[in-house]
Structures are given as C-alpha cells and as structure tokens.
C-alpha cells in the first residue's frame, strides 16, 4: 500500500521564480492537504483540496495556489519566489468517507530559494 | 485563534519511559494528533486521540487526554535510541479542516 508521495525532494530556486510540488494521496483517499514548516518550526496549513476544489485556506498569499486532478493527485504552486518560502513543504492526506479522521503526511519537498 | 503549546526539549535514558506534554486552546477540538519527525524527514503518523476519549494505548504509546485542562500527553515506555526525533502534538476542531500544529518536543535519548 504506497503512502503519501511527493516530488521532487529537493529543489533550489532562484528568487522571483515560481515552483510546482507534486502529490500523491494514499491509496483510498481523496483529500490533500498542504503545509509549509519552516525551519525549527512546526508545519502551517496552506490550503486543502477535495473533489478538485480548494475548499479552506490558511493564512497565505495569493502567491500560493494549488489544484487537484481527478485521480486526487496535487499541485502546490508557489509564484514569484521569495528567500522566506525556503522550507520543507509537506503534503497530507486523508478521506471523509471514513468515520476515523487519520491523516498521513508524505516526505516532504524541500525548497531553498536563493 | 487555536494554539498548540508544547516543550521544547526533552533528555532521557534508554530503557526509561519519556513523556511529552502538550496544551491546546481550543475547546471545541475533535482529534487530537502525536506525529514523529526524524532529521530531514517527513511526518509519521504515531498515534491519534478522539476528544470523547481519556487514554489510549498502542503497544509502547499510551496518550492521556484531560479535556477540562486541554492537555495531552504522549507516553512512551521503554524509550530507545531509535526514539530519538522531534515530537509534534496537533489539533483539529469541529469544521476545520487543518490541522493546528505545536512547535515540537525534541526527545533527546541518552544510551
């Protein structure tokens, strides 16, 4: 049963650049959530898709947008690059069909932006 | 807005039990999440609590929750080496869909 997976797992992008992050739900599910965690830090929720919409959004500029496509798989997409969007960026995933909320989180892609 | 609290930083010997604390503010949270990092790593999924719930054990884990005091508390006995990493409490509360994180408790495991 593969877990949650992300590409690429590590990247440097140069500032004023825009960055796409790619994830695999685990199988069975359908929601995929983000979150950016800062070095030292703990992780902070960008944005989540279900059924291909976003459906809540944390605390992020518009610089950060995402989608869904029809096999639940995701895009995190980051313009105009910034030296403080450098982080590990983290994709979860879970399913609302099921009572139990059990959320799996991926590796991580990890963005430096110089 | 919701907040997760938690001690920065935790030493213990091999073969002794750690416990990791943690308060949350938020009242109306409905799961409560204990997730492990390793250096350079994603998250694991270690164990999680339903609020309706005081205590739950899962082989060396047992979670205690104090609903009044919002506090949770993650137990591991017999801690090994292998224990060693960062220890996340999370909370997620009636219709939110994000999870709320604390800054973590780095388990420092002494041979």
């Known amino acids: 049963d593969a877990g949650v997976t992300q590409s690429p797992t590590h990247l440097i992008k140069t500032r004023g650049q825009q960055v796409t992050l790619r994830c695999s739900p685990k199988?069975?599910?359908?929601?995929v959530s983000w979150y950016q965690q800062a070095l030292g830090q703990g992780p902070q929720f960008i944005f989540q898709?279900?059924?291909?919409?976003?459906?809540q959004r944390g605390n992020f500029p518009d610089r950060f947008s995402g989608h869904q496509f029809p096999n639940y798989s995701s895009e995190l997409n980051v313009n105009a690059l910034l030296l403080g969007d450098s982080a590990l960026y983290l994709c979860?995933?879970?399913?609302?069909?099921?009572?139990?909320?059990?959320?799996?989180f991926g590796e991580g892609s990890w963005l430096t932006v110089v | 807005g919701e907040d997760v609290e938690q001690s920065l930083f935790l030493s213990v010997r091999e073969g002794d039990s750690s416990v990791i604390n943690c308060t949350y503010t938020?009242?109306?949270?409905?799961?409560l999440y204990w997730y492990k990092q390793e250096p350079g790593a994603g998250l694991q999924l270690l164990t999680y609590?339903?609020?309706?719930?005081d205590m739950k054990q899962d082989q060396r884990l047992t979670v205690l929750l104090n609903k009044k005091d919002k506090h949770l508390s993650l137990r591991i006995a017999d801690t090994q080496t292998g224990d060693s990493a960062i220890y996340f409490c999370?909370?997620?509360?009636?219709?939110?869909?994000?999870?709320?994180f604390g800054s973590g408790t780095r388990l420092q495991v002494q041979p």
């Open positions: 979860a995933s879970t399913t609302i069909k099921v009572a139990v909320d059990t959320i799996y």
């Open positions: 199988s069975g599910h359908d929601t």
């Open positions: 898709y279900y059924e291909e919409e976003e459906r």
């Open positions: 938020d009242s109306s949270s409905t799961y």
């Open positions: 609590i339903f609020s309706n719930m």
């Open positions: 999370a909370e997620k509360g009636t219709g939110r869909r994000a999870l709320t």
